[in-house]
């Protein structure tokens, strides 16, 4: 019979890990951290210790220190919203995501419930073409050309097969020797100026429609928005974004009564049509002109179900849903920063992003394009800025509802130690890693998949009670 050093040495790593953490006396107290991280993937250890004292006497009514916990640390959540890296941080983040986009659509967090009666757009802005690309067309060819012949580069300028969406071909270009990777990642670069040109236009032509004048409409109106960039199959982003219209101090006041949702929808089809940004001029590229792509969708939102229009709930969960994915999911690129030339080419990527990443890194060495930063961003194709942005008056902030939460556990656990006018809290925290070790990193994720089947059987027992009472 092996003993227990010559069986140990059967083990892998993480078996060996496993056996290591069990051991350990403080063992239960390191569950108990990861589990009050909900499995996160990639925890953040910090050491330190926060005190509470009594304002008025000094009195110290709470001391909380590292010293005494596993490892001397404190493991809290990575935060990471996409969920090919950690997906339980990302369950979090996508629920603060639907909360935040809510709020701004039918009020809650410090927003009027009232704002649900303005008028308010879903809107979809799409980037140009760069080049015909292949594309799934409904069982139809991809793009079918009778006697079509072949472009410059010896290509055939139509496909005549007939692809499904899974196709790794869709969204390739046709000739990746016609295509513009030069105009795709500028247009990329300047994609958050474009935005603003956008709102800027609107603006004035809102004013022009309601026969007011520029500074008096911004004197009356305010628009609200929250948006979302999405990357299409073909690797260019597109601008989804829920728009409202207030008064002049934003959410706390509604709207003049002569801008009905109609005026706003024909005001953003004519502002987005007016848009034209030219580039920094380049010795090596010349100038580009910029717009947004002729497609133009602008759909009204509406509170409850009806014929017309998108109800608030469905986009949210949509916004919230998106945010969450990572490059793997989409032809975003990459999830970390590109460090040199040596990632372009063992990035495992398809062909189009290799080509977009590798244009990105080489634009970015021209002087000219320098406040650009086209090589910090080539891992997302040159498209700067957080995937989700909002106007600052739209709704609350993922700070306030982080802190709402964290409040909201505090006083879940200790009611008698939540901080108050009277109360001071001295705190003093460092740094000390990150990540799990192999056998953590399995307990780790077991934890997160029995609260994410504790969660959907909590839903279905949810569920099951409201048929019950209905029906009944």
């Known amino acids: 019979m092996l003993d227990r050093a010559a069986r140990l040495r059967h083990l892998s790593d993480a078996e060996r890990d496993i056996i290591r953490l069990a051991s350990d006396p403080l063992f239960p107290r390191w569950l108990e951290q990861i589990t009050a991280t909900g499995g996160c993937a990639h925890p953040v250890h910090l050491a330190g210790s926060t005190t509470t004292y009594d304002a008025l006497t000094g009195e110290v009514l709470h001391h909380y220190d590292t010293a005494n916990e596993p490892g001397e640390r404190l493991s809290v959540r990575c935060r990471n919203r996409r969920a090919t890296v950690c997906a339980p941080c990302s369950r979090l983040h996508a629920g603060d995501t639907f909360h935040l986009v809510r709020a701004g659509l039918v009020g809650g967090k410090n927003v009027p419930d009232d704002v649900r009666d303005r008028p308010r757009l879903f809107l979809t802005l799409t980037a140009p073409g760069f080049g015909p690309v292949h594309r799934a067309a409904d069982s139809s060819p991809c793009r079918p050309r009778r006697n079509a012949g072949e472009c410059e580069h010896g290509r055939p300028v139509g496909c005549p097969a007939v692809h499904d969406v899974t196709d790794p071909l869709v969204g390739q270009p046709i000739c990746p020797g016609c295509y513009d990777y030069c105009g795709h990642v500028l247009w990329h670069a300047y994609a958050g100026r474009l935005w603003k040109a956008f709102t800027d236009n609107l603006y004035n032509h809102l004013a022009a429609r309601t026969g007011r004048t520029r500074t008096g409409l911004r004197r009356t109106v305010r628009l609200s928005y929250a948006k979302v960039a999405e990357y299409q199959k073909r690797a260019a982003v597109h601008i989804h974004a829920v728009l409202r219209l207030d008064g002049a101090d ?26 034209h940004l030219a580039t920094v001029h380049s010795a090596a590229l010349g100038e580009y002109a910029l717009r947004w792509g002729a497609q133009l969708d602008v759909r009204p939102l509406r509170a409850f ?22 490059a793997a999911d989409t032809a975003a690129g990459l999830d970390h920063r590109l460090t040199g030339p040596d990632d372009l080419r063992t990035a495992p990527v398809s062909p189009h992003i290799r080509t977009l990443m590798t244009t990105c890194w080489r634009l ?10 086209l090589r910090a961003w080539a ?36 009611p008698e130690l939540s901080p108050g006018p009277e109360t001071v809290t001295d705190a003093h925290w460092r740094y000390v890693g990150s990540g799990h070790s192999p056998g953590a990193a399995l307990i780790a994720a077991g934890v997160a998949e029995d609260l994410a089947a504790n969660r959907e059987a909590a839903r279905e027992a949810l569920r099951s009670g409201l048929g019950g009472a209905l029906g009944a």
Not at 252 to 274: K, M, S
Not at 306 to 312: F, I, N, R, V, Y
Not at 382 to 403: C, E
């Open 379 to 414: 891992h997302t194709l040159g498209y700067r800025g957080h995937v989700l942005t909002k106007s600052r008056a739209y709704s609350t902030t993922y700070a306030a509802l982080r802190a709402e939460r964290a409040e909201y556990e505090r006083t879940a656990q200790s």
């Open 364 to 373: 970015g060495g021209l002087p000219e394009l320098a406040p650009l930063r």
């Open 305 to 326: 179900d009806g014929p017309d229009g998108l109800t608030d709930d469905a986009v949210a969960a949509y916004v919230a849903k998106y945010v969450t994915k990572g």
């Open 250 to 275: 934003g959410p706390a006041t509604a709207p003049p009564t002569w801008l009905d949702t109609d005026t706003l929808t024909r005001a953003v089809r004519t502002a987005a049509a007016a848009v």
